[in-house]
């Protein structure tokens, strides 16, 4: 077990072994979901000016109790052009601007209105500037509002929009090619037949990758040739190569020697955790290559630990590692071995309960489970009640 990396030094060599993709500048408005390169700065003060935040009557915190005389209107978008003075108030709604000399909102549902005549109607406004939003409550020009590492989710984006950005300069999409290995394995979709086996790794792949920016190329099920498999990874043109199955030390396990015949050389094979410890990561030229166990729940466990997390890195992500967070055990758990363990366990009231069988062929236990519970090398046994890291899946 000694030659087996550490996960999280794997994903460190990972890291520095494949630098971030080229810079791009897009619109705003094709930029969801991307990993920002240089800050974005407000080019504008939000709100531009002091706004109210509800509908009723702009005045004077002086004149109350009132009563006031109406004197026009401020909309959003169509600002009242005159000033309030003394006794006078603006009928104002949610988002317009308030109107000069004005500094406080009363609220329609505690005002009385009669022609221009507007009086108190309940307790009123609770003090001076109630109600008003006051220009830059939520930033100002010149105030950073995404950081560069950051990713474009969608309050990020809002958030940019409203201060002004147009362009903004990102990562480009990150290309992944995708090949499944096996002789025994037929198109999924494709029916069933009693001695193969309908692939799923890529599907799954895919479907992990939906949420990042990757395009997706597929070289499909490849054969257990050596010969086919090198021609594969010799002429991929792609920024990423992961491939499923192979990747360990049987006689048909050819994807090293194919990926070494096709010019890559290889960084690290075989991580300290469970599943997916056949793990390889390598490199030719400018392609980045990792090597997925085929085992299904191997392949989802090192998908999320490092597929998704090198297509981040890739993509200018700052933080790309997938972040943890913590369950109270519903149950027992043994001593942990030497390798980082992620148990399929599913969530009933907040409680982790692990699936009997860890068997990394078992899709049905990873498709019910909500959360794998990450147990660090030779974690101690632990006892029902305590809290335990997990990462949510479900
Ligand atoms: N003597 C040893 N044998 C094995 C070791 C070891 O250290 N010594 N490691 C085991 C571990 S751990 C794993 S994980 C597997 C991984 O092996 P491979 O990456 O070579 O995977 P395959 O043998 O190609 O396939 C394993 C299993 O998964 C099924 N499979 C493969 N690809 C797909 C796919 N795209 N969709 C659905 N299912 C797939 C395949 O049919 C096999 O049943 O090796 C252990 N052996
Ligand atoms: O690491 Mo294998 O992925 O345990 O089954």
């Given at each position: 077990?000694?030659?087996?990396l550490?996960?999280?030094?794997a994903q460190?060599r990972l890291?520095?072994a494949n ?240 990926l070494?015949?096709?010019?890559a050389s290889i960084d690290f094979w075989r991580v ?7 793990l390889m990561a390598g490199r030719?030229?400018?392609?980045a290559v990792l090597g997925l ?9 090192t998908?999320?630990?490092f597929v998704?997390?090198l ?84």
């Amino acid at each position: 077990m000694s030659e087996l990396l550490p996960v999280a030094e794997a994903q460190a060599r990972l890291f520095a072994a494949n630098p971030p993709v080229a810079t791009e500048v897009l619109p705003i408005t094709e930029a969801i979901g991307r990993w920002i390169a240089a800050p974005i700065l407000a080019e504008r003060t939000q709100p531009a000016h002091d706004l109210s935040a509800m509908d009723g009557y702009a005045l004077r915190w002086a004149d109350m109790p009132g009563p006031w005389r109406v004197i026009g209107e401020s909309a959003a978008g169509r600002p009242f052009p005159g000033v309030v003075r003394d006794g006078e108030a603006v009928r104002i709604f949610t988002g317009a601007a308030m109107p000069d000399g004005a500094d406080t909102v009363l609220v329609q549902e505690e005002a009385e209105r009669d022609g221009e005549r507007l009086i108190l109607d309940g307790a009123g406004p609770p003090r001076k500037a109630a109600n008003v939003r006051h220009k830059g409550l939520d930033f100002s020009k010149g105030d950073p509002l995404v950081a560069a590492g950051d990713r474009l989710t969608a309050a990020r984006i809002a958030v940019a929009a409203t201060g002004g950005a147009r362009n903004v300069t990102v990562r480009r999409r990150i290309r992944v090619a995708i090949a499944a290995t096996g002789d025994e394995l037929i198109e999924p979709g494709s029916g069933t037949s009693p001695d193969a086996l309908p692939e799923s790794n890529r599907l799954l792949l895919r479907a992990l990758l939906a949420d990042v920016p990757a395009e997706i190329i597929d070289l499909g099920i490849l054969p257990d040739q050596q010969d086919v498999l090198t021609k594969a990874f010799a002429t991929v043109d792609a920024d990423l190569l992961v491939t499923t199955g192979g990747a360990s030390v049987g006689d048909h396990d050819l994807v090293r020697p194919a990926l070494l015949a096709a010019g890559a050389s290889i960084d690290f094979w075989r991580v300290a955790l469970r599943p997916g410890k056949p793990l390889m990561a390598g490199r030719r030229g400018d392609l980045a290559v990792l090597g997925l166990p085929g085992n299904p729940v191997s392949a989802f466990v090192t998908t999320l630990l490092f597929v998704k997390p090198l297509v981040a890195h890739l993509a200018g992500a700052h933080r790309p590692l997938p972040t943890t967070t913590r369950a109270i055990l519903g149950e027992a758990l043994p001593a942990n071995g030497p390798r980082t363990d992620y148990m399929r366990a599913e969530l009933r009231d907040g409680r982790a309960f692990v699936a009997t069988i860890q068997d990394s062929s078992m899709l049905l236990t990873l498709a019910r489970a909500g959360c794998l519970i990450v147990r660090a090398p030779h974690d101690p046994a632990r006892e029902c009640g305590e809290s335990a890291e997990i990462f949510m899946i479900g």
